[in-house]
């Protein structure tokens, strides 16, 4: 298996989409019920640019000749024991993302589609797709992210009606400015902060993005392109329920897609959901190729071809995990959930302390 | 050798998983065998216990019974309905919800919460109020109408579609949505029942989750200016022995700064349909006077009306939407409500009526 030839590199498209629907996955059908006031609109905007920041300092990374080289990059600059250290306490940030992110889904599938079925198969089934996309290398699997894009990206437009009477009024938006001096609880600016992680995940595929100086503009794209999509679903669920009943929705945006109608079919919401899962499939192929190239760096088998009994032991790994955290740890309810939370804490780590910390690194390494 | 290892590997995994649970599909739904519900009516029967009755089969051409049931739970019911009937019912198609006025007047907000935590319910589950005995009404019409439940449903559907002012639509989101809101209250279809009839009868104010107030005839015809697409198709006033049709309204609410006046203006047009008053209306004068005289009695109705709902302190017209504004606290809930009850309502209509022509006098 060539899991990880990197025999091409891919162009600026797909970092920009690969950015974007990695910033994207469960946080999009949860964050407007963490944000509820409508003076958040700007909330979105200024974290926004806040993650822009973010990407310039991760920028500077990749036009610096450490990234062009992967991993022989990070052994030059830290050394190979530290990268080790590194790659151990990066396991479980991918573990977690893989985990949090395909419960979650599954919950959703589980309420909305198939209320009656056993999680253990609908767990099974999407993770098996991912393993299969992943099983087919990392270059396709980048490949692969233009379905996800393609495939997702126009779902949000369906929601367009509800931006108009008679579901929509203008006042469920006022007050446009926080009225009394607070800002808001913490956790909706930790979701919010968390929402634009993933990024940081480029860092493990430098290979085969060509070293380029343009990333900087690919990243604006991508990023200004989650902004608009969580702009837009956070206006549209905010007139749409307006304020207080947000507040009590679960899953609000899975809901304004079951009130969407069609001649046709009656449910979209099961189709829509359905189509939702390729952006999942990405992620998780993605990520574990992140885990699967993390665990033979530990185990020192870099240089040694990959096997199949490695990948599929890798595989087997993250599904016991999954299966574990399912059966006694999963919380039903996103609000209160410890594994979004701890994951929403983790990726929000991750993602403002990866970049300046690479940043640094390389700043010591020129003045040497 | 690896073929074996790899078929050996699979059968080892599937089996693993198979032990642990069953097969994934539990639910049966084979089409000639269910009956999808399309609507229930659910009552109080006494004791706290609801009643609820549904007509089974909605599809297939067997004759029709109505199924009614004394239960605690909405869902008891629904699992007790499967046990007296041939066939398994199926909520997943349910368009309708009744609901008595009695029930409704207990307040209805554990009983929409159940429908709404159920995913296979539509949002757009229509929601009404029954006032009279509904099952006497199906038990009677069954023989005339046998998809008398179909008929209902695609009425309902049918006004709805443009909020054309013939009747007052509500579906179960825009309920829970005024009923969330921080100012407004929501409204229900009222519909009255009997033995022989079926008829719309006008709209019901709640408070909170509570019946609190129904509106008929003139009053209901002059909410549906105010609300829905502002937009009445016959609006006819015996009083005056005028019929206004195509009418079509403007209204422009104000509220003054310390909210104690709300001023309304209404510019409405259409044209006078018909007239069996003793006025010569092919002069223009006499059409000047009853214009005003429409305009007053109006305006008089107008103002009945909205001392109505500050009598029984609801806001279904959501009023109190307009002390929103994009860089202001919003009022509380309670301040808004003291402010509405003692409001002083000043109401305008505008008139621009076609007068009637080709006529002999």
């Known amino acids: 298996m060539a899991t990880f030839a990197s025999s091409s590199t891919y162009s600026g498209v797909y970092v920009v989409f690969m950015v974007n629907r990695l910033q994207i996955l469960f946080t999009i059908l949860i964050l407007p019920m963490y944000l509820v006031h409508s003076y958040m609109i700007w909330g979105i905007i200024a974290i926004g640019i806040l993650s822009q920041l973010n990407l310039l300092i991760l920028s500077k990374w990749f036009s610096s000749d450490f990234a062009a080289k992967g991993y022989n990059g990070f052994v030059e600059l830290f050394g190979e024991r530290t990268v080790r250290l590194f790659v151990i306490a990066g396991l479980f940030p991918i573990l977690l993302n893989i985990v949090v992110n395909t419960l979650g889904y599954v919950q959703m599938v589980h309420t909305f589609i198939f209320p009656s079925m056993d999680n253990k198969w609908l767990i099974l089934s999407i993770f098996l797709v991912g393993c299969y996309v992943a099983a087919k290398g990392m270059a396709n699997t980048i490949r692969f992210v233009m379905i996800a894009f393609l495939s997702g990206a126009w779902i949000i437009l369906l929601f367009l009606p509800l931006f108009f009477p008679p579901e929509a009024s203008l006042y469920d938006l006022y007050p446009l400015v926080p009225t009394d001096w607070s800002i808001g609880p913490w956790k909706s600016w930790l979701a919010l902060w968390s929402s634009f992680s993933g990024p940081e995940y480029l860092i493990c595929l430098t290979t085969w993005l060509s070293p380029q100086q343009k990333i900087r503009k690919y ?38 897609g079951r009130y969407l109608q069609s001649p046709v079919i009656e449910r979209i919401d099961t189709i829509l959901l359905s189509i939702h899962m390729f952006n999942y499939v990405f992620a998780i192929a993605i990520l574990l190729l992140c885990f699967y190239g993390a665990v033979r760096i530990i185990l020192g088998r870099l240089h040694k071809q990959t096997t199949r009994t490695g990948y599929v032991s890798a595989c087997l790994v993250i599904l016991i995990c999954m299966f574990i955290v399912d059966k006694w740890f999963w919380n039903a309810t996103a609000r209160e959930n410890f594994w979004v939370t701890l994951q929403m804490w983790l990726g929000a780590f991750t993602y403002s302390l990866i970049p300046v910390f690479l940043l640094l690194a390389i700043k010591r390494k020129g003045a040497v | 050798m690896v073929h074996r290892k790899r078929a050996v590997l699979l059968a ?185 009839s079926f008829t719309y009868e006008g709209t019901a104010f709640f408070r909170n989750d509570k019946l609190a107030a129904t509106i008929k005839t003139m009053d209901d015809q002059l909410f549906q200016l105010f609300d829905n697409d502002y937009y009445v ?51 223009p004068e006499e059409v000047a006077n009853l214009t005003n005289e429409i305009k007053s009695y109006l305006e008089k109705n107008t103002k009945a009306l909205f001392k109505k709902m500050q009598q029984e302190k609801v806001d279904p017209l959501q009023v109190g939407n307009l002390s929103l504004h994009p860089f202001a606290k919003p009022l509380k809930k309670e301040e808004w409500s003291r402010y509405w009850q003692q409001m002083k309502i000043n109401v305008d209509y505008q008139l621009h009526l076609q007068p009637l022509i080709n006529i002999k006098k």
């Open chain 1, 219 to 256: 990243l604006t794209l991508a990023n200004a392109i989650t902004v608009f999509e969580y702009v837009y679903l956070f206006v549209a669920s905010l007139l749409f329920f307006g304020p207080h009943y947000l507040n009590a929705i679960n899953f609000p945006v899975v809901h304004m």
């Open chain 2, 12 to 196: 080892f995994f599937f089996s693993i998983v198979l032990t642990t649970g069953c097969s994934p599909f539990v639910e049966n739904n084979t089409i000639e065998e269910i009956a999808p519900v399309t609507f229930w009516y659910v009552s109080s029967g006494g004791e706290g216990k609801l009643k609820i009755s549904t007509l089974v089969p909605p599809l297939v051409k067997e004759k029709k019974r109505l199924l009614t049931l004394q239960v605690e739970l909405v869902k008891q019911g629904i699992k007790q309905f499967n046990l007296i009937n041939y066939r398994e019912l199926k909520a997943g198609q349910t368009r309708m919800l009744l609901i008595s006025e009695e029930l409704a007047k207990q307040g209805v907000i554990s009983l929409i919460n159940t429908l709404l935590t159920d995913p296979e319910l539509s949002q757009r589950l229509y929601l009404a109020v029954v006032r009279g005995n509904f099952e006497d009404y199906i038990r009677n019409q069954l023989n005339a109408q046998p998809s008398l439940d179909y008929f209902l449903y695609a009425m309902l559907k049918h006004y709805e579609k443009h909020y054309q002012g013939e009747m007052t639509i509500v579906n179960l989101h825009q309920f829970m949505k005024k009923l969330y809101s921080r100012f407004s209250d929501p409204i229900l279809p009222v519909f009255k029942a009997n033995k022989s």
């Open chain 2, 233 to 283: 198709k016959i609006l006819a006033m015996p009083a005056l022995s005028v019929t206004i049709g195509r009418v079509r309204s403007t209204v422009h609410m104000e509220l003054d700064a310390n909210y104690s006046s709300l001023s309304i203006k209404i510019d409405l047009s259409g044209r006078i349909e018909e007239y069996r008053g003793e006025k010569n209306i092919l002069y």
